[in-house]
């Protein structure tokens, strides 16, 4: 069996979020994204770092979009294990976050993944990030 290279692109944007302006550290205004890690389901790490649990379909053949499959979230083991039955029903809605590509089939293209801005939160607007 051959390897393969698949590229894709995750839209951020459909996770819940915000998206500001917020004054960088060189004073300059930056466009960001801030995504809460608990009402999106995400799992804290060591060291600071935060996961997505993420499930990815593959397909031989491309879709009419020239595609793969697709990359969707879904939740840890854990969460789910211990989750209600109305949230293991709330789960089934967790979205679609992008499509991938299989570029050993020798296409050049990319296509990014869209979406529409997430539910706004409240965020103080006054902050200086620290980049």
Do not use: C, W
């Not at 930056?30 to 790490?45: D, R």
């Not at 600071?48 to 979009?65: F, H, I, P, R, W």
């Amino acid at each position: 069996m051959s390897d393969k290279r698949y590229s894709g692109s995750i839209a951020l944007s459909k996770l819940k979020n915000v998206q500001r302006e917020m004054k960088g550290k060189d004073g300059k205004m930056q466009k960001v994204i801030i995504i809460p890690i608990a009402a999106n389901h995400l799992t804290e790490g060591k060291e600071g770092a935060v996961y997505m649990a993420v499930s990815v379909l593959t397909k031989e053949e491309q879709d009419k979009y020239k595609q793969n499959g697709f990359i969707s979230q879904q939740v840890d083991s854990k969460v789910y294990k211990s989750a209600s039955d109305e949230e293991k029903e709330a789960f089934k809605d967790l979205p679609i976050l992008g499509n991938i590509k299989d570029f050993s089939q020798g296409s050049g293209d990319s296509a990014a993944a869209s979406g529409a801005v997430g539910e706004d939160f409240e965020t103080p607007m006054n902050h200086e990030l620290p980049f």
